[in-house]
Structure formats: structure tokens, C-alpha cells
């Protein structure tokens, strides 16, 4: 979820709830806020909002049921997560591919705090700043060629 997130904000008093209930289905639920863990975002590959997973013994499922109380309940205890596919070996989050794709994840967010860093507390341009990442782009894709 985001803070942001307007579906996100609909769907927290049911997501509460659930969580409350969380010890009587025997389960562990949580939330990420994915502007302050950009890494998980990138691992599990969160590209709309709100976005749940169900794991298990480290096998993950996306759950795209409905987002009413009644129908989180009805997946845990009538085991509907059996049913649905789980996440492509490939796309696991705990596979090689979505490990690096959280670091590229991590490095926007570094490249982002660096460019408010240049412009913000610099007073650089914004378009220096873009010219210096530009630059560096170059550098680094020279001296890699090298």
C-alpha cells in the first residue's frame, strides 16, 4: 500500500479488521508501505496499489478476489489459495531476477534522493542536475566499455 492511495485508504478499515482476526485463522498478516520499503516493492514486482499476496511455505500467490472482509476470511478457511496458481518460479520474490529488480528499485530511490539533494538543499537547476546524471550515465557506460 501507499499513503497516498485512495483504493489503499477504501480498503484499511477491512484490512484492520482482517489483520485483528489474523490469530483465530491461525494466519500472520501485514502491510508494506511501498514508498518507505521501495527494495520489497521491487521484489514482488508492485505495480498497482493495493496489492496482496498470500504465502506459504514459501510459495506465493497473488489474491485478485474481492477486497470485502468476508472473502479474505473465505480464502484462509476455505483454502481458495490452493486454487490459484502460484507466483513463476521466476517471478518469485525470493528468486535471482526479482532480488535484482528490487536493487534497481533501491537505486531509483537513490538516484530520486540525490537529485533532491542537488536541487533542493544545492539549489542547482533541474536541468544541471539532469545534465549531471546524464554525464555520469556516460562516464560509467565508458568505463564499463573499457
Known sequence: YAPW???CQQMEFTWETFAKES?????TV?????????????????TTLP?????NNGVFRRYLG?????????????????AVEPVAGWKSPS??????????????GW???IHSYLTGTLGIHIWISY???????????????L
Open 5 to 7: 492511495c485512495s483504493a
Open 23 to 27: 490469530e483465530h485463522l491461525d494466519i
Open 30 to 46: 501485514g502491510k508494506v508501505d511501498v514508498t518507505q520499503e521501495p527494495g520489497l516493492s521491487g521484489r514482488f514486482f508492485v
Open 51 to 55: 496489492t496482496i499476496y498470500h504465502a
Open 66 to 82: 474481492s477486497r470485502a472482509l468476508e472473502d479474505f476470511q473465505d480464502y484462509v478457511l476455505e483454502r481458495k489459495w490452493e
Open 95 to 108: 528468486s535471482i531476477m526479482m532480488h535484482g529488480m528490487a536493487g534497481l528499485f533501491h537505486l531509483s
Open 111 to 113: 538516484i530520486r534522493q
Open 131 to 145: 545534465a549531471i546524471f546524464i554525464l555520469a550515465t556516460l562516464l560509467i557506460g565508458l568505463f564499463l566499455g
